[in-house]
């Protein structure tokens, strides 16, 4: 088994620069995944892991092989290169090199009657990653990311997602190709804003929909607020007008779920 202890390593340097820039990952194909837990949730969601790192301090390559049940390449790591590498203490000492997907909205697979959540160019990893575990918890059809500022393989968003990257169907594309894929789909789209609305809990969310949602700065687009079935808003009653984009998401998300009967 091949072992590394230095992290001056050129392959061990790369693997930062997978870590810190986009376009490294871009070009490569490739990024990284740190945790356990992590790792196991992206091989349910059917991600190629290619190699795998680990600490035999804190994990042992039996529990490496139990942990992948398949062929992957594995390399023993220094605690040198663990620090090096890992954004958390927490994470049993094992991190993944695995193959990136292309979110198209063509491999979608929807079910009936599905809900979907749409998140308008959302730039914080912090509010991705909220909207990812919320769509887990909710266990909806797909989320659907418009004009994405962020790249979702990003470290920052793996991490705040805490392996829901893995776990959702994602999608990403124009406003104006996901409205029409909306469209040609016949799902009804209601969206949050301020302009022209009416409350949330009025609407029928029983049949296809797709619940979209913009920045707190400046809210959604007016393309979409052209075309929605219906522009809805959550009644605020205090001083301020919106919400952190991931609460605001949640709450129209377990209403259309109370609806469904849960």
Known sequence: MKQITSSQNPFIKSLVLLQEKSKNRKQSGTFLIEGQRE??????????????????????????????????????????????????????????????????????????????????????????????????????????????????YSPNIVRSSVGCLFTNQIATGTTSEIITFLKENNINFYCATLQNSTSYHTQNYTTPTALVVGTEATGLTQEWRDNATQNIIIPMQGEIDSMNVSVAAAILIFEAKRQRGF
């Open 39 to 152: 790792i196991e949730l992206a091989l349910k969601g059917g991600f190629i892991i290619e190699t795998i790192l680990f600490l035999p301090d804190l994990i042992s390559e039996k529990q490496i092989t139990k942990l992948t049940n398949q062929a992957v390449d594995l390399i023993e790591i220094s605690k040198e290169v663990y620090q090096k590498l890992a954004y958390r203490d927490t994470t049993e000492g094992v991190l993944a090199i695995a193959k990136t997907k292309f979110f198209l909205l063509s491999d979608l697979k929807l079910s009936q009657n599905p809900l979907i959540l749409v998140a308008e160019a959302p730039e914080k990893p912090g509010n991705i990653g909220a909207l990812l575990r919320t769509a887990d918890a909710a266990n909806l059809d797909a989320v659907i990311i418009a004009n994405p500022k962020s790249d979702l």
